[in-house]
């Protein structure tokens, strides 16, 4: 069995406390012989700053660099708000994915069935829903240059910030997208504006070339970015992949995410490029969620986040689908059962803690073995 190297950051606030949710699954599985994960732990955001006044130390990025994989808890905080700019906690994170090359942002929208009530939308339009959407992480208008504001000196001022994307940039995260639905309902849509934007005129061009040249088998649709996210709250279940850029993928994923419930129950992973010797490539796997400093240390939050973002490093660091369908279906019986913490409760039921939490998903993986 081969031995899977995970660097744990859990970080500030709750981070701490869902990360231990995740330890536990990962002792089990270590201690039952269903797996070999080797853990190391660090220090990353406000944490790292009160041992060494950095954001994460360059001891930390080299254990990022070496690991399978990072599982990420969650930075920041009311104690670091005065920091200085360079080492603020959010810093740690936006280091590690620019030095690990993570350029795609993978947002799964799933719905529980014993929480298909709990989503602004109908039960009807929500129930069953499983989509992913696929964001381009690192390029696009959040970093292209020029990016400026002047002053015109009339007492006008001139903001610009600049939209650029690459061919190669499209290409993989197009690659990225198709590969996901090959595994799932074989179905993209591509999203982008490109009846205003160049940027989205080379986005329909690229993602048309690589699906013919190398997924045609997949069925690939465009749609304009702005009535995608009309249909995304009308009819969510008629997608099942979404590619978009870095700026429509920020506001689509979040969308996409509220139609099914809490923050506290939302995974992500952002993968890097695959490495054309060892066939691995870097990925960090984190809850959508922030530090939540309002409930941390009272062992309110809910770990389902995190212990799902755990399953999605299982399913695409380590090839472990299986496992990763039973750590869902452990999730959806433990909500079935009723149980709740508070972000997810009804009115006068009683919470669940994070840890009776975490230990009811354990408890339903193991009699899933
Ligand atoms: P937040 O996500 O931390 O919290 C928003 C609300 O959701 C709070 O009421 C919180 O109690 C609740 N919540 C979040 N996760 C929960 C969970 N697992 N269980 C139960 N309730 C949960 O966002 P907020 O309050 O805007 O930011 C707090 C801090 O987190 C800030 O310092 C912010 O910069 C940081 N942050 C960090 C992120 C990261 O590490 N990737 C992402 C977002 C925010
Ligand atoms: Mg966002």
Same mark, same amino acid.
């Given at each position: 069995m081969a031995t899977h190297k995970l660097l744990l950051l859990p970080g500030d606030g709750i981070g701490p406390e869902v990360m231990g949710e995740v330890k536990r699954l990962i002792d089990w599985l270590n201690s039952a012989g269903i797996a070999k994960f080797e853990t190391d732990t660090g220090l990353v955001g406000g944490s790292a700053y009160d041992a #060494?006044? /950095? =954001?994460? =130390?360059e001891g930390d990025m080299a254990k990022a660099k070496d690991a399978d994989a990072i599982i990420f808890g969650a930075v920041g905080g009311p104690k670091w708000d005065a920091v200085p700019y360079e080492v603020r906690p959010e810093a740690g994170l936006l280091r590690l994915r620019k030095d690990l090359g993570l350029f795609a942002n993978l947002r799964p929208a799933v719905c529980y069935p014993a929480l298909a009530?709990?989503? =602004? @939308?109908k039960r009807e339009a929500v129930e069953g829903l499983d989509i992913v959407i696929v964001r381009e992480l690192t390029?696009? /208008?959040?970093?292209?240059?020029?990016k400026t504001i002047t002053d015109l000196g009339n007492g006008q001022k001139r903001a610009i910030d600049t939209q650029v994307y690459d061919t190669y940039e499209i290409e993989r995260i197009a690659r990225v997208a198709f590969e996901l639905a090959k595994k799932r309902k074989n179905k993209v849509t591509s999203m982008e504006k490109r009846n205003v934007m160049k940027s989205g005129v080379l986005w329909n061009e690229v993602v048309t070339q690589v699906h013919k040249r190398e997924y045609a088998d997949v069925t690939l649709e465009h749609q304009l970015a702005d009535s995608g996210g009309m249909m995304l709250v009308k009819w969510p279940k008629q997608f099942d992949v979404i590619v978009t850029d870095n700026l429509f993928g920020d506001m689509l994923s979040d969308i996409a995410a509220m139609l099914t419930g809490s923050l506290g129950m939302l995974p992500s992973a952002s993968l890097g490029e695959v490495d054309v010797k060892s066939k691995k490539r870097k990925a960090l796997y984190e809850p959508v #969620?922030? =530090?939540?400093p309002d409930i941390?240390?009272?062992? @309110?939050?809910?770990p389902i986040a995190m212990i799902s973002s755990f399953g999605m490093a299982l399913r695409y660091s380590f090839d472990m689908g299986d496992l990763a369908d039973k750590v869902d279906a452990a999730i959806a019986a433990v909500l079935a059962s009723g149980l709740r913490t508070a972000d997810i409760k009804s009115e006068g039921t009683k919470a669940a803690s994070t840890t009776q939490m975490g230990e009811a998903i354990l408890k339903e993986l193991q009699k899933l073995h």
């Open positions: #060494h006044k /950095v =954001s994460i =130390s009530d709990a989503s =602004s @939308l390029g696009g /208008v959040y970093f292209g240059e020029p #969620h922030g =530090s939540a941390a240390g009272q062992g @309110l939050a809910n």
